[in-house]
């Protein structure tokens, strides 16, 4: 499966912890964006690399929350310090920009739980 | 800032009624994409739609992109209850071409 692929599936952490997740995007893809949806609402974008370069970061995003892309492949997005207000799904997608037109391919997501 | 609205929020059919969901944007948009999202899934890109004007098709699914590229709309004709689920639409805007979610319109069809 070439597809957008994240790590893990599931996780459960009691509050104060930190917590990191995996995303690995299609290979080809140059662009990776990390959204959290909550139930019954929309993906809310949270940030997005071009190649290794973070470009933009929501502002909603506390500084309890920062992603990487060392290498320009796969991202990782860590959440320090865990709170209730924390669970959610978080999903990983990816494009490739430069053709014009953006199509994101989101991985299944990783769904956390703060006890 | 940029935003996309999504009308309406829910949506609950009879299986073989159509149904309808419709995305304005507040500004002008380079392309509008739409994507569908299953309970339990994540969201799957199923069309995308660039030119003013602009209408396609997919079986009984069929989309139209606005005059002034600010709106679009999802048309599904004869409900299946296959088609329950979240239909988002994500508007291209700006020179980072960054995607502006709607929140959604959910879908659900009595067989």
């Known amino acids: 499966d070439t597809g957008v692929s994240q790590d893990p599936r599931h996780k459960i952490t009691k509050r104060g912890q930190n917590v990191t997740f995996r995303c690995d995007p299609i290979s080809e893809h140059n662009r990776l964006y990390w959204y959290r949806q909550t139930l019954g609402q929309g993906p809310e974008f949270l940030t997005y690399?071009?190649?290794?370069?973070?470009?933009?970061k929501s502002r909603l995003l506390s500084d309890r929350f920062s992603a990487e892309r060392p290498k320009g492949s796969f991202s990782t997005l860590e959440i320090q310090r865990t709170e209730q207000g924390d669970s959610a799904m978080y999903l990983c997608a990816s494009s490739l920009d430069g053709t014009g037109v953006e199509t994101q391919y989101f991985g299944p997501g990783t769904r956390l739980l703060v006890l | 800032g940029q935003q996309v609205m999504q009308i309406p929020q829910y949506q609950h059919v009879q299986e073989g009624e159509d149904f309808t969901t419709y995305c304005n944007s507040s500004?002008?948009?380079?392309?509008i994409q739409w994507y569908k999202q299953r309970p339990g899934g994540h969201p799957v890109f199923l069309i995308q739609?660039?030119?003013s004007g602009e209408v396609k098709k997919q079986k009984r699914l069929t989309f139209q992109f606005g005059e002034a590229k600010k709106n679009s709309s999802l048309h599904i004709t004869a409900t299946q209850t296959t088609d329950v689920g979240t239909y988002f639409c994500?508007?291209?805007?700006?020179?980072?071409?960054?995607?502006?979610w709607g929140l959604g319109t959910s879908l659900a069809v009595n067989p």
């Open positions: 500004t002008t948009l380079s392309n």
């Open positions: 739609l660039v030119k």
């Open positions: 994500a508007g291209g805007a700006g020179n980072n071409r960054k995607l502006i």
């Open positions: 690399f071009q190649n290794e370069a973070q470009l933009e």
